[in-house]
């Protein structure tokens, strides 16, 4: 059981858009600053936003962060098949001093 | 070019003991704070503990499952990270990576390894 709650599962069709949630507490996302990660099949988890909407250099402005309270939400617009993976959320938790991931959730473009 | 290059895997019966090392290249090891982080086969990640950089004490936190089995350190001198592994249980079977740290108050894993398959069987 993740500290952090993700969907475990969207899916949209090539060219739409779609959001995945990450819903914590006031020890871990409301206090502190959110991360989101992209696994594609069979690879190491690449970051794709930091402090809860900054995005690395190279990472295309098609993903999005945002956060709210005790819940932040990953955006992915213009959706391409090769988006098809798995996305995870993370942050600290100041109650257990340890960073923490939702459960991850599975991308699929139709 | 940042590069993360973890090494030691393998199969270890439960009881057993294996180290891990993190070669690192592409920037200044000694001023970041880095992790391991774990993956159970099918499953999602898990943070294994963190190393601050020296500079603000070398403070090493650890997640609750490992804490007292588990011992990472640095040696700034060769840019490698390291996971001392003892009393290993058939539960800490997973792809390990080694991560560096950063953003605002250093929780975002910026770059990762490729990781290596830690397998604990009798």
């Not at chain 2, 004490?57 to 499952?65: R, V």
Request: with cysteine.
């Amino acid at each position: 059981q993740s500290v952090l709650t993700q969907p475990p599962s969207v899916s949209a069709a090539p060219g739409q858009k779609v959001t995945i949630s990450c819903s914590g507490s006031s020890s871990n996302i409301d206090n502190n600053y959110v991360s989101w990660y992209q696994q594609l099949p069979g690879t190491a988890p690449k970051l794709l936003i930091y402090d809860n909407n900054k995005r690395p250099s190279g990472i295309p402005d098609r993903f999005s962060g945002s956060k709210s309270g005790t819940s932040a939400t990953l955006g992915i617009t213009g959706l391409q098949t090769g988006d098809e993976a798995d996305y995870y959320c993370g942050t600290w938790d100041s109650s257990l001093s340890a960073a923490v991931f939702g459960g991850g959730t599975q991308l699929t473009v139709l | 070019e940042v590069q993360l290059l973890e090494s030691g895997g393998g199969l270890v019966n439960p009881g057993e003991s294996l180290r891990l090392s993190c070669a690192a290249s592409g920037f200044t090891f000694n001023n970041v704070w880095m992790s391991w982080v774990r993956q159970a086969p099918g499953k999602g990640l898990e943070w294994v503990g963190r190393i601050k950089s020296k500079n603000v004490g070398a403070t090493i936190d650890y997640a609750a499952p490992v804490k007292g089995g588990f011992t990472i350190s640095r040696d700034d001198s060769k840019n490698t990270l390291y996971l001392q592994m003892n009393s290993l249980k058939t539960e800490d079977t997973a792809v390990y990576y080694c991560t560096t740290q950063g953003g605002t108050d250093g929780s975002s894993h910026h770059y990762w390894g490729q990781g290596t398959l830690v397998t604990v069987s009798s």
